[in-house]
Nanobody
Framework: QVQLVESGGGLVQAGGSLRLSCTAS????????MGWFRQAPGKEREFVAT???????YHADSVKGRFTISRDNANNTLYLQMNNLQPDDTAAYYC??????????????????WGQGAQVTVSS
């Protein structure tokens, strides 16, 4: 069983930055494919970024050049650095894990484990 705990959300003005963290319990983190998703009120949960065990990454077009996914295997922690935040980025952000080793994963249905979510609110 894998437990994921997000932190680092909050309220920020447009153009500002935040860094989300996601700490995983259990063993085997180094082999997991990890992902970030977000869900705004009334909308479906959408893909944001993913990183695999070889540190290959893929970012959604909507965040490319502004957000960066990374991982610290020594501390079982996943990060999402978010720069130049805009009001459209307002959402609950979720980290997700798929036990591997596998490549990058964009489809939410392939992730077995999810965190509780961290709220990010961007004011204009």
């Amino acid at each position: 069983q894998v437990q994921l705990v997000e932190s680092g959300g909050g309220l920020v003005q447009a153009g500002g930055s935040l860094r989300l963290s996601c700490t995983a319990s259990g063993r085997g983190f180094v082999d997991y494919t990890m992902g970030w998703f977000r869900q705004a009120p009334g909308k479906e949960r959408e893909f944001v970024a993913t990183i695999d065990w070889l540190r290959n990454t893929y970012h959604a077009d909507s965040v490319k050049g502004r957000f960066t996914i990374s991982r610290d295997n020594a501390n079982n922690t996943l990060y999402l650095q978010m720069n130049n935040l805009q009001p459209d980025d307002t959402a609950a952000y979720y980290c997700a894990a798929s036990q591997g080793p596998r490549g990058v994963i964009l489809w939410r249905g392939e992730y077995a484990y999810w965190g509780q979510g961290a709220q990010v609110t961007v004011s204009s």
